[in-house]
């Protein structure tokens, strides 16, 4: 999956969205820098690529695929789904993903 996501990046030349979900699944970006690059003037825009920040990234917690102690991927993942359930962006499918994932992560 790296040397995918190494090949997508090196097509890609700019910084619009989603390219830095890409760069931090790839490991070239860390988490907060993704955070950062989510915000945007515009309320309904902001809270539609937050929405997609927190899931993508709780979803890499969830994997294991950043450093996370074991005891701790469970948490942070559960932590950023409820960030992006709490967007309120319910046109986009990582919310009822983030949702979803809420409810399986309960039981």
């Not at 700019?14 to 515009?42: C, G, K, S």
Request: one cysteine or more.
């Amino acid at each position: 999956a790296k040397a995918q996501l190494d090949t997508l990046l090196v097509r890609i030349k700019n910084e619009e969205w989603p390219t830095p979900i890409i760069r931090f699944y790839a490991e070239e970006m860390p988490e907060e820098q993704v955070l950062q690059a989510a915000v945007r003037d515009h309320p309904q825009r902001d809270k539609e690529i937050k929405c997609e920040a927190y899931y993508y990234v709780g979803m890499a917690h969830l994997l294991g695929l950043k450093s996370d102690r074991k005891d701790q991927k469970k948490q942070k993942a559960m932590d950023y789904f409820k960030k992006a359930v709490a967007t309120n962006a319910r046109d986009f499918f990582e919310y009822e993903l983030a949702r979803a994932e809420l409810d399986r992560l309960a039981h």
